[in-house]
């Protein structure tokens, strides 16, 4: 029999299976016709029947097993060969209820070329073979091989689930090993960087920050007008920019504009930008910050700088998201948040009559407290191996271990610069770092920040623990937790300052006011 005549209708939804046997069967003279699935092939069979079909299983739409039901049951199909090709299942029953569904082959991919093709010629020669297979298996009830199929369906189902586990098993297994070698220098430091903790780069896990960071996490979702209040150097544009990216429009910009850094005659121009001509220099029109920062976030650092006749105009924007640029008469609309910053007292500058009490107000929706370092002690450690790696990596310095003096020092210290002067003293310490220790020289402290209020040579250890624990509960009126709790104002964990309390039979109550 000369196969130039014969015409295979494969039924795949896979195009590189169906480009596969297009390629094999028209290398040797077969005519080729296409199904992404059972009802196509149905359609197309029915228009113009094909002489075999070669389909898969599992498909969409319909699949295999209920397109070999559908071709059986029609007159004009059942003689045609029907080979079912697949590699989705592999049991033993899944060929008998395709064989007693009718099928004429069943064949596992991937299949060897020359046994396939002697396949497909030896069911176009003889088609009365089919018939006795069918006959010898009718033996077998079609209910019992359906129950023994949808048991190895759960078998399989089953097989995979524990397959997937243990990929999970292993995911973890090998995300905690890429954890630990990123976290290579800091436990060679001698205390791990606590990286759920970091926030951006905020870093620490002190639960004063961890308050303020949980409630940062909550706003962050929100389009909610942000002011957060600090010292210099606290961090106060890192929370802006952690709010930003955990906000719906981290993908808009963030711009920033440094309200003390500009001059009182560009500011508004810088923020809202200026037309051709409104002054001298003014060559070309000039978008402002609120322009550029449209759909995405404006954060305005050192809010408290701004002068007065700008405020009102900001307070505009804040009201109707609506100005002007400088010199122009049309009025543009906005889509921006405000996270504002300063590190001045706004309510002595509002006493004071430089900053409007409206807009402080319009400011003011959700206020962050950037706590000062001294206020979060616990963190010290954790931010010095934090620059310690960044800096030692930059520097290619391997250093691993930190001198428990320059740690005590670092401790005592109270850090009037905050985590900016802490940075910077890191870096000078690990260029001048010639080994495997960092070292911190008190001379770069200012002496008396590191003095402490009492000294310990004059009296003994345990009296000198008292001092400082009664004297940190009479600032705080006998409260233990929270920011402004004497345990925060120790730099140590409230359930260690609980111990201390106990062992030396100190009643925190006698120092309450209430």
């Given at each position: ?62 699949d295999g097993y209920t397109l070999l039901r559908e071709w059986k049951a029609d007159e004009r199909l059942v003689q ?355 080994g495997d220790t960092f070292t911190l020289d008190e001379h770069w402290l200012s002496p008396e920040l590191t003095k402490?209020a009492v000294s310990p040579l004059n009296i003994g250890i345990e009296q000198f623990e008292r001092a400082t624990i ?45």
């Amino acid at each position: 029999m000369s196969a130039a005549m014969k015409t295979v209708l494969i039924v795949d939804d896979r195009p590189a299976n169906i480009t596969y046997l297009d390629t094999l069967l028209s290398a040797h003279g077969f005519g080729i016709e296409t199904a992404g699935n059972g009802v196509q092939a149905l359609d197309k069979a029915r228009r113009s029947p094909p002489d075999i079909v070669i389909s898969d299983l599992l498909m969409p739409v319909m699949d295999g097993y209920t397109l070999l039901r559908e071709w059986k049951a029609d007159e004009r199909l059942v003689q045609i060969p029907f080979i079912i090709y697949t590699a989705t299942y592999t049991e033993p029953s899944d060929e008998r209820l395709a064989l007693n569904l009718g099928a004429d082959a069943f064949i596992l991919k991937p299949a060897e070329p020359d046994a396939f093709l002697s396949k497909l010629r030896e069911l176009l020669a003889d088609t009365g073979r089919r018939k006795v297979w069918r006959s010898e298996l009718e033996v077998d009830s079609e209910v019992t091989l359906l129950k023994e199929y949808s048991q190895t369906l759960i078998h399989k189902l089953e097989e995979k689930c524990f397959q997937l586990e243990k990929a999970n098993e292993s995911l973890r297994a090998r995300i905690i090993e890429e954890r630990e070698k990123s976290d290579q220098v800091a436990k060679a430091l001698g205390e791990d960087v606590d990286r759920a903790m970091m926030f951006e780069e905020i870093v620490g896990s002190s639960q004063l920050l961890k308050t303020v960071l949980a409630g940062v996490a909550k706003v962050a979702p929100t389009d909610t007008t942000v002011l957060i209040t600090g010292e210099s150097g606290t961090g106060k544009e890192l929370i802006a920019r952690a709010i930003h990216k955990r906000s719906h429009r981290a993908r808009r910009p963030l711009v920033c504009v440094n309200c003390a850094a500009l001059t009182p005659s560009l500011i508004a121009s810088e923020l809202f930008g200026h037309e051709k001509g409104a002054f001298t220099g003014a060559d070309q029109r000039r978008l402002g910050r609120f322009e550029l920062a449209s759909g995405g976030t404006l954060f305005l650092d050192e809010i408290g700088d701004l002068p007065s006749e700008v405020q009102i105009s900001l307070l505009r924007v804040l009201q109707e998201q609506q100005f002007e640029r400088v010199g122009g008469n049309t009025t543009i609309s906005t889509d921006v948040r405000v996270i504002a910053a300063t590190s001045r007292d706004l309510k002595a500058s509002m006493a004071a009559g430089t900053f409007r009490v409206d807009l402080f107000y319009r400011l003011n929706v959700f206020p962050v407290i950037a706590p000062p370092l001294r206020e979060r002690r616990d963190d010290i450690p954790i931010l010095l191996q934090y620059f310690i790696q960044r800096y030692g990596s930059k520097l290619r310095k391997n250093i691993t271990n930190i001198e428990k003096k320059s740690l005590d020092l670092a401790r005592s210290y109270s850090w009037p610069g905050n985590i900016r002067e802490l940075q910077n003293v890191v870096e000078r310490a690990t260029v001048l770092c010639e080994g495997d220790t960092f070292t911190l020289d008190e001379h770069w402290l200012s002496p008396e920040l590191t003095k402490p209020a009492v000294s310990p040579l004059n009296i003994g250890i345990e009296q000198f623990e008292r001092a400082t624990i009664e004297d940190a509960l009479t600032q705080s009126m006998g409260k233990i937790s929270g920011p402004s709790g004497a345990a925060a104002r120790l730099g140590i964990p409230p359930t260690t300052l609980e111990s201390k309390l106990k062992a030396l039979k100190i009643s925190r109550h006698r120092f309450r006011t209430d």
